[in-house]
């Protein structure tokens, strides 16, 4: 399935991925909060796996905003977008 064609489901599903930070305190290091049910949850794993078949080896980058592009694919609750940065 290709990348545009994931979007768009994830788009029309009613179930959609939160991020957010978990910050640091004393006893750990900070973390990034993906978060949603089991549909949210498998469609961003369907999402990562078809970035990196699509990128072909080549860098390349993807954004989900809440305050940009793909925000309609993102809870309205995200707080912070995500940036996949993939590498050579």
Known sequence: MMTEEILE??????????FDII???EKRMGHLLIEGDCVAI???GILLIALAEESD??????????DGAG???????SNY?????IKE
């Open 9 to 18: 489901k994830m788009c029309e599903e009613k179930s959609k991925p939160r």
């Open 23 to 25: 910050p640091a305190d």
């Open 42 to 44: 498998r469609n961003m």
């Open 57 to 66: 080896g080549e860098d390349f980058g993807f954004s989900l905003a809440p």
């Open 71 to 77: 925000s309609a694919c993102i809870s309205k609750n």
């Open 81 to 85: 977008g995500l940036y996949i940065n």
